[in-house]
Structures are given as structure tokens and as C-alpha cells.
């Protein structure tokens, strides 16, 4: 790991935002391992336990958030593995996006073992962060509300983030329906739950979800979020 990279990047902005007194920021270059960062973990929950600033839930929620995308990263072996695990997963997109909807739902699929999926109280992550630019000073300004977002171990390791891991927020529905493939089953069987959540007026209504779910499904098969059983 690299020394002069700060993982916890946006919990240094909020502890700065919040005049949250903290280590110098120095201290947050200075996390190379985990014990470095389990160290600076046990001074920060001291100061969010003790603090009384209005904003010490957003700043426990996004240091959790940077600890899990530490914690995830990968040794150069491992990304070198997951790159072939990408390769294989590409092949199988183009297949099952070649696939009518109806022959989609016989097939069996699960969501990728290179995504893990998280609910969170702030909007911590962005579509397209570097078009639409990210301010967390709007996270300060509003109030909790469900927000979905997964982090996706890559084969592909970035020198200036020291970091295999990507992040990318979701809607509702696609946290639901990636819940759903957890396990391995049939899209049709996945679906028929899927269906049960929504209060479904008319034919036209059901016709009208069938066609979100394919363009949801068609969107997590070719970010490979959601990929062939084995």
C-alpha cells in the first residue's frame, strides 16, 4: 500500500465541514494497514460518542463506508485473478444479452461475488461523479432518507486511489432485485417475487412493470452486477 493516499478522503471533509476536532489531517495519509486504520477508527468513534455536533451520524455513516472500501481491497494476485473472472463474466453478458426477455427468465442467475450491496442514511455516491462533480455540503443539508449503493471489487487496480474498488449507487429497485439473486435461482422465479412488492392496478400497469424490470435486469446483466450461475 502506498503512503500519501488518503482512503478516508470525504470523512476528512465532513470532520473539517463540522470543525469536528480530530487528528491533524496528516494522520489520515499516514493509514497504510488495518492496524493503522483500526487505530484512528477507536479516536474517531471516541470523538462521534462524545460529540454533540449536529453532524456526527453523516460522519459515523461515510467513515463506515471508507473503512468497508479499505477493508475490501485486494492483493496484486487477487485483482490479476479477478481480471480473468471479468473476461469469463464478459463472455456471458453478451450471451444472455442476445436473449429475449421470456428466454432470460429460464435461465439461472446470481448477483456477481465481486459486488456487495449496502443501504445508507445520505447520498454518499453519484451516477457520474466526475459530469455532475460531488459536494458534501448538500449532504449536510439534508435529512436522512433510504439510500441504496454497492461496491464492486475490480480487475483493475488504480495507482492514484491504491484501490481495486469501485462504487456505484443504486435504485431501489435494482438494490431489491440484486437482493433477490443473492442466491442463485431463475430470473422467472426472482421476478415472481419481485412482482409481489408492487400494488399492480391493471393489465396495463403489469404491463408497464414488466418493461422497467427488463431495462433494470438489461442494465445489472451488462455492468455484470448480476451474472450466470456456474
Same mark, same amino acid.
Given at each position: 500500500?502506498k503512503?500519501?493516499?488518503?482512503?478516508f478522503s470525504?470523512?476528512?471533509? *465532513?470532520?473539517?465541514?463540522?470543525?469536528?476536532?480530530?487528528?491533524?489531517? %496528516?494522520?489520515?495519509?499516514?493509514?497504510?494497514?488495518?492496524?493503522?486504520?483500526?487505530?484512528?477508527?477507536?479516536?474517531?468513534?471516541?470523538?462521534?460518542r462524545?460529540s454533540?455536533n449536529?453532524?456526527?451520524?453523516?460522519?459515523k %455513516?461515510?467513515?463506515?463506508?471508507?473503512q468497508?472500501?479499505?477493508?475490501?481491497?485486494?492483493?496484486?494476485?487477487?485483482i490479476?485473478? *479477478?481480471?480473468?473472472?471479468? %473476461?469469463s463474466?464478459?463472455?456471458?453478458? %453478451?450471451?444472455?444479452?442476445?436473449?429475449?426477455?421470456?428466454e432470460?427468465?429460464?435461465?439461472? !442467475?446470481?448477483?456477481?461475488? !465481486?459486488v456487495? *450491496?449496502y443501504?445508507?442514511d445520505?447520498?454518499?455516491f453519484?451516477? &457520474?461523479?466526475f459530469?455532475?462533480? #460531488?459536494?458534501?455540503?448538500?449532504?449536510?443539508?439534508t435529512?436522512?432518507?433510504?439510500h &441504496? #449503493?454497492?461496491?464492486?471489487?475490480?480487475?483493475?487496480?488504480?495507482? !492514484?486511489?491504491?484501490?481495486? *474498488?469501485?462504487?456505484?449507487?443504486l435504485?431501489? &429497485?435494482q438494490y431489491?432485485?440484486?437482493? !433477490?439473486f443473492e442466491?442463485?435461482?431463475k430470473?422467472?422465479?426472482a421476478?415472481e417475487?419481485?412482482?409481489?412488492i408492487?400494488?399492480?392496478?391493471?393489465?396495463?400497469?403489469?404491463k408497464?412493470?414488466?418493461?422497467?424490470?427488463?431495462?433494470?435486469?438489461?442494465e445489472l446483466? #451488462?455492468?455484470?452486477?448480476?451474472?450466470?450461475?456456474?
Amino acid at each position: 500500500m502506498k503512503k500519501g493516499i488518503n482512503h478516508f478522503s470525504r470523512t476528512l471533509e *465532513i470532520l473539517q465541514l463540522t470543525k469536528i476536532n480530530m487528528e491533524k489531517p %496528516e494522520a489520515w495519509y499516514k493509514i497504510i494497514d488495518q492496524s493503522d486504520a483500526d487505530s484512528l477508527s477507536e479516536k474517531l468513534e471516541e470523538i462521534i460518542r462524545n460529540s454533540k455536533n449536529l453532524y456526527a451520524d453523516r460522519l459515523k %455513516e461515510i467513515y463506515a463506508i471508507e473503512q468497508e472500501k479499505f477493508n475490501l481491497r485486494d492483493t496484486k494476485e487477487n485483482i490479476r485473478a *479477478i481480471f480473468k473472472k471479468e %473476461e469469463s463474466y464478459n463472455l456471458g453478458r %453478451e450471451k444472455l444479452l442476445g436473449l429475449s426477455f421470456s428466454e432470460l427468465q429460464k435461465i439461472e !442467475l446470481v448477483t456477481s461475488p !465481486l459486488v456487495r *450491496i449496502y443501504e445508507a442514511d445520505w447520498k454518499w455516491f453519484l451516477r &457520474y461523479p466526475f459530469q455532475n462533480g #460531488f459536494d458534501l455540503k448538500k449532504v449536510l443539508a439534508t435529512k436522512k432518507e433510504d439510500h &441504496y #449503493f454497492l461496491l464492486e471489487k475490480t480487475g483493475t487496480f488504480d495507482d !492514484l486511489l491504491d484501490s481495486n *474498488i469501485s462504487d456505484f449507487p443504486l435504485i431501489e &429497485y435494482q438494490y431489491f432485485l440484486l437482493q !433477490l439473486f443473492e442466491k442463485s435461482k431463475k430470473v422467472e422465479e426472482a421476478l415472481e417475487d419481485f412482482y409481489k412488492i408492487f400494488e399492480i392496478a391493471n393489465e396495463k400497469a403489469m404491463k408497464n412493470l414488466i418493461m422497467l424490470t427488463e431495462k433494470i435486469m438489461k442494465e445489472l446483466i #451488462f455492468r455484470r452486477f448480476i451474472v450466470q450461475s456456474d
